[in-house]
C-alpha cells in the first residue's frame, strides 16, 4: 500500500499511554517505507460512558469501517460498573466488524523473563500461536437469570457454536499452520463433557483437515492444555480453540512467555469485508494508569500484527526485530513507557 487509513481508539486505562508509543512507531516505519499514514482517533470507551451514556452506536461503528484498520489500546474502567464497557463497546466492535479470528502469538523472545524453568521445561524455547474463535461461544450473552437472589436462582451463560461459525474460525487456523515451519495444529477443547460442541468443533477440524495434509493436527482437552503449556511449551505450533477456552489460554500463554505486557493480538475478519482490530492482550491496569510506567510494548508488537495485516511485512519485521533487540538487552533498570518506546524506536 502507499498509503494507510488507520482508526486508534486509546480506550481507558494506560490504553493511549501505550497507544501513543505504538503510534509512534507505525509513523517512523510508515515514513520509511513511503507510506502516507493517517491516524483519527476515535472515543470510546469510560470517559465517553460517563459524559454521555454511550458505549458504541452505529455511527462510531460506520466511522471505524471506513478505516483500513483500527488501533485499540484498553478498554475497561472500576468507575464503570464490570461489564458496562466490556460487553458494551469491546465485544460488539469484535462481533459487529466479524473478527472471528483472534490472533494471539506467544513466543519465547531471548531476555523475557519468563516464571518458567525454561533450560528443563523449553530448552529450545517456543513460539506459539493461539488462534481464539471471536465471535460466538460463551461470549454472546445467550443465558439468563430466574429466581434472582432466591436460594433456588438459576443463572445460564449457553455457549453458542455455529457450523458456520466454527468452519471460519478453523479453516483459517489451518491456513495459518500451513505457513508456518512446523505446520501443527491442535485443536483444545472438552469434548468428554461438552459433547455438542465439541462434536461439532471436533467434526469440523477432521473435515478441513482433508484438505490440508501437510498439516499435522492432534487434540487436547483444555485442562491439559494448561499442563502443557507449563510444562513442555514447546509442544505446541497453531491451538485452535472457542472464545473463552482462548481467552483463558492466551493468558497463561503470555505469562509464560514474559508477561501479559509483551502479548499482542489481532481481531481478524477474514472475508476483509470489515477493518481488523489490533490491540494488546493486557486491560486498562488502572492501577498505573496515568504514571508513565506501563510497558508498551504490547502494544507496538500489536502495531506489528497490524503492519503484516495491511501488507506490509517487511516493515512488521523491522518492528518485531527491534522489539527483541530491546527485550534482549533490558536490564533491572526500570523504564517509563516512553522510554521503552523510543529504545525500540531507536531499534528500528
Ligand atoms: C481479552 C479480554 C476480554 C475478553 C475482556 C476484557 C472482555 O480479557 O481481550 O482477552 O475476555 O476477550
Ligand atoms: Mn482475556
Known amino acids: 500500500p502507499t498509503s494507510l487509513d488507520l482508526a486508534i481508539v486509546p480506550g481507558d486505562g494506560i490504553g493511549p499511554e501505550v497507544v501513543a508509543e505504538a503510534v509512534l512507531v507505525l509513523q517512523a516505519v510508515a515514513a520509511d517505507a513511503g507510506v502516507t499514514l493517517a491516524t483519527t482517533e476515535h472515543d470510546l470507551g469510560a470517559r465517553r460512558w460517563h459524559a454521555t451514556g454511550e ?5 462510531d461503528l460506520d466511522a471505524l469501517r471506513a478505516h ?82 432466591t436460594p433456588q436462582e438459576i ?35 472438552k469434548h468428554n463433557v461438552l459433547v455438542h460442541a465439541g462434536d461439532l468443533w471436533r467434526r469440523i477440524v477432521e473435515a478441513v483437515a482433508g484438505d490440508h ?13 494448561t499442563i502443557f503449556l507449563v510444562t513442555d511449551p514447546g509442544r505446541f505450533d497453531v491451538i485452535v480453540t472457542d472464545n473463552l477456552f482462548g481467552d483463558i489460554l492466551t493468558d497463561l500463554a503470555a505469562a ?48 506489528a500484527l497490524l503492519l503484516d495485516h495491511v501488507g506490509l511485512p517487511d516493515q512488521a519485521h523491522r518492528v518485531t526485530e527491534a522489539v527483541a533487540a530491546d527485550l534482549a538487552s533490558r536490564g533491572s533498570e526500570p523504564r517509563g513507557t516512553s522510554q521503552v518506546g523510543a529504545a525500540i524506536r531507536a531499534r528500528l
Do not use: K, W
Open 68 to 149: 483500513d484498520a483500527i488501533l485499540l489500546g484498553a478498554i475497561g474502567d472500576p468507575t464503570v460498573p464490570s461489564g458496562v464497557l466490556e460487553r458494551g463497546v469491546l465485544l460488539p466492535l469484535r462481533f459487529a466488524l466479524d473478527h472471528c479470528v483472534n490472533l494471539r502469538p506467544s513466543r519465547l523472545f531471548p531476555g523475557a523473563t519468563s516464571p518458567l524453568d525454561l533450560d528443563r521445561v523449553a530448552p529450545e524455547g517456543f513460539d506459539l500461536v493461539v488462534v481464539r474463535e471471536g465471535t460466538e461461544g460463551p461470549y454472546v450473552g445467550n443465558g439468563g437469570a430466574l429466581r434472582v437472589g
Open 213 to 225: 495434509p501437510d498439516v499435522t493436527v492432534d487434540y487436547l482437552h483444555v485442562d491439559a492444555a
Open 256 to 303: 509464560v512467555s514474559g508477561g501479559i505486557g509483551l502479548a499482542a493480538s489481532a481481531n481478524i475478519d477474514p472475508s476483509q469485508a470489515n477493518p481488523s482490530m489490533f490491540e494488546p492482550v493486557h486491560g486498562s491496569a488502572p492501577d498505573i494508569a496515568g504514571r508513565g510506567i506501563a510497558d508498551p510494548t504490547a502494544a507496538i508488537l500489536s502495531a
Open 155 to 189: 443463572a445460564t451463560e449457553v455457549s453458542v457454536n455455529t457450523a458456520y461459525g466454527v468452519e471460519r474460525v478453523v479453516r483459517a487456523a489451518f491456513a495459518h499452520a500451513a505457513e508456518r515451519p512446523r505446520r501443527r495444529l491442535t485443536l483444545v477443547h
Open 55 to 59: 458505549t458504541l452506536t452505529e455511527h
